[in-house]
């Protein structure tokens, strides 16, 4: 059984930046697309970016510029490097990666953008 965990998450100012990881454990020995999605109360899960296995990225317009998807295919890890963070950038942020041809949900990382 494949589990994600998100981490990296906190408080920060902002223009600030923050860099989520996003690891699989157990037994992977597929590791397809990886996507990054965030939510705030009350509101739906909001995609933000992906990345495919031959590392093809595509992004919310909302990011576009100032967030970067990446991954280590060896760490079976993906990361979600945020710049220049704004207020509004405020959510749970969730990855989710279809590894091992299944669909898995991390449980998220609480990411906070405030003076």
């Known amino acids: 059984q494949v589990e994600l965990v998100e981490s990296g998450g906190g408080l920060v100012q902002p223009g600030g930046s923050l860099r989520l990881s996003c690891a699989a454990s157990?037994?992977?020995?597929?590791?397809?697309?990886m996507y990054w999605y965030r939510q705030t109360p009350g509101k739906q899960r909001e995609y933000v970016a992906r990345?495919?296995?031959?590392?093809?990225?595509n992004y919310a317009d909302s990011v576009k510029g100032r967030f970067t998807i990446s991954r280590d295919n060896a760490k079976n890890t993906g990361y979600l490097q945020m710049n220049s963070l704004k207020p509004e950038d405020t959510a749970v942020y969730y990855c989710n990666a279809n590894m091992n041809y299944r669909n898995y949900w991390g449980k998220g990382t609480l990411v906070t953008i405030a003076s």
């Open positions: 157990g037994s992977v020995f597929s590791f397809n697309v």
């Open positions: 990345i495919g296995p031959g590392e093809s990225t």
